[in-house]
């Protein structure tokens, strides 16, 4: 079994920063990516950042130069420092990691139960 456990959301104003924590825990092999996506109401769920098991990232374009998502391979933990949080970042936002288990010869995408950041003043 695996779980991913979030941490780090809560209410901030405009401008201002929040660091996201995503640990895994159980009976991991290894990890390949990892991410996180974000859902606000009445909208589609939507990828902003992820990072390979290489190092490379991914952002979406309305977080660019804002946002940096960065990975622990030895604590399972992937981290978005988000800065210069705007109103329209207020959302659910979800983590997810590409994980294999022993148990199994395949890598699965498993989430976290999500987290609410809400950005206003």
């Known amino acids: 079994q695996v779980q991913l456990v979030e941490s780090g959301g809560g209410l901030v104003q405009p401008g201002g920063s929040l660091r996201l924590s995503c640990a895994a825990s159980?009976?991991?092999?290894?990890?390949?990516?990892m991410g996180w996506s974000r859902q606000a109401p009445g909208k589609q769920r939507e990828l902003v950042a992820s990072i390979t098991s290489g190092g490379v990232t991914y952002y979406v374009d309305s977080v660019k130069g804002r946002f940096a998502i960065s990975r622990d391979n030895a604590k399972n933990t992937v981290v978005l420092q988000m800065n210069s949080l705007k109103p329209e970042d207020t959302a659910v936002y979800y983590c997810n990691e590409n994980i294999r288990t022993y148990n199994s010869g395949r890598f699965v995408n498993y989430w976290g139960q999500g987290i609410q950041v809400t950005v206003s003043s």
């Open positions: 159980g009976n991991i092999f290894s990890i390949n990516s």
